[in-house]
């Protein structure tokens, strides 16, 4: 495990020794400020290719807003790098619950929060389209969605293990 968290990171061109700790991104990272998410713990255990890094449930506080990637003096491309950890980490089964969740209403119904009533209402009176131009609206396209998702087996990846 610990060779695929080393390509993991080699395929975002983060050099274990670039980074110098220095805690910007942790200090300027939105997410962190709330909750327990901690950018340079992540990145130093996975530097360190410590597999529990791959199981820890922080790893998926990361909002993506690259504020921390920006910011890093030695432009290490640490949100890049979370992302890969993402994807090794639900390709060895582990995603939290409630992104399976998210997952499987893709599968479904093609969107991960389809439109309620409530909310379909509020559009019409805003002057728009009940349903926007996705495949909530069009039958054919979700069968071709839920199809596409098969063939790149994402059914497969998502599944409980």
């Known amino acids: 495990m610990s060779k695929e968290i080393q390509k993991a990171l080699k395929a975002t061109g983060l050099d274990v020794l670039s980074c110098m700790q220095c805690g910007i991104c942790t200090g300027s990272c939105p997410s962190g400020w709330n909750t327990g998410f901690n ?10 290719n410590r597999v529990t890094v791959l199981s820890d449930d922080n790893l998926w506080l990361c909002t993506t807003c690259y504020t921390c990637q920006e910011r890093c003096p030695r432009g290490i491309p640490i949100t890049d790098t979370i992302l890969n950890l993402r994807r090794l980490a639900v390709r060895e089964g582990l995603i939290l619950p409630e992104h399976r969740k998210v997952a499987e209403m893709v599968m479904e119904r093609g969107h991960a929060v389809p439109l309620d009533e409530e909310t379909k209402k509020k559009r019409e009176e805003l002057g728009l389209e009940p349903i926007p131009e996705t495949v909530q609206k ?8 839920k199809i596409l998702l098969k063939i790149c087996k994402f059914d497969e990846l998502i599944a409980e293990r």
């Open 138 to 145: 069009c039958p054919e396209a979700l069968e071709e969605l």
């Open 39 to 48: 950018t340079r713990r992540i990145i130093r255990d996975a530097a360190k």
